[in-house]
């Protein structure tokens, strides 16, 4: 079950437009995921500047990195916790 902690963690990095991008592609993507550079072209970011997003989401244990033919490839951890923020913040919430 999801603390409250993890809860305002998976919100806070959500307000941030191009973090909420990527986890968007990536809930569409579902579990094969998607490459870093065609997640950083979602977000509209360069992929050093995704990198940094990225290594955010990482920490706060809401992506996975995989290594598939020699491309690297992001998978949500906590889809259940980012598809509740995103619903919540689409619904208005935190504005």
Do not use: W
Request: aromatic share 6%; glycine share 6%.
């Amino acid at each position: 079950m999801e603390t409250d902690q993890e809860s305002t963690l998976t919100y806070a990095l959500l307000t941030v437009p191009a973090r909420a991008a990527i986890c968007r592609a990536l809930l569409e993507a579902g579990e094969a995921g998607m490459p870093a550079f065609d997640l950083a072209g979602v977000a509209g970011l360069s992929l050093p500047r995704a990198s940094h997003h990225f290594n955010e989401l990482m920490q706060a244990d809401v992506l996975a990195l995989v290594v598939r033919d020699r491309q690297v490839i992001y998978v949500l951890k906590a889809r259940r916790a980012v598809s509740l923020a995103l619903e919540y913040l689409d619904s208005g919430g935190l504005s």
